[in-house]
Nanobody, 127 residues
Framework: QVQAVESGGGLVQPGGSLRLSCAAS????????IGWFRQAPGNEREGVGC????????YYADSVKGRFTITRDNAKTTVYLQMNSLKPEDTGVYFC????????????????????WGQGTQVTVSS
């Protein structure tokens, strides 16, 4: 099955940190820009940020800028979303996906440009 595989979600207190991971099943992660998205209950899915495999540039939504960081491992098999200073409004299901067929992103990701969606991982920020 061709899809991204997210992991690392959980319950964290406000102000805490989590690191999410995105790996690939059935495709090669390093060929594509990777976007992170989230969806809160009752809301549409929104772009959080993206990572270009071509040159490691990143773009972030204003709501997470300065708190979230996207990186990759040296083997280019996993992309991470480091989330610090978490707020209750960061709660939601987090997804990663690939910007097929491009290895570069140029802005905060939008869903229609991305493929190979995973099942998502739940992040809950609550005291």
């Amino acid at each position: 099955q061709v899809q991204a595989v997210e992991s690392g979600g959980g319950l964290v207190q406000p102000g805490g940190s989590l690191r999410l991971s995105c790996a690939a099943s059935g495709f090669t992660l390093e060929y594509y820009a990777i976007g992170w998205f989230r969806q809160a209950p009752g809301n549409e899915r929104e772009g959080v940020g993206c990572f270009s495999m071509s040159d490691s540039t990143t773009y972030y939504a204003d709501s997470v800028k300065g708190r979230f960081t996207i990186t990759r491992d040296n083997a280019k098999t996993t992309v991470y979303l480091q989330m610090n200073s978490l707020k209750p409004e960061d709660t939601g299901v987090y997804f990663c996906a690939a910007r097929v067929p491009w290895d570069t992103c140029y802005d905060v990701p939008t869903s229609e440009e991305y493929r190979h969606w995973g099942q998502g991982t739940q992040v809950t920020v609550s005291s």
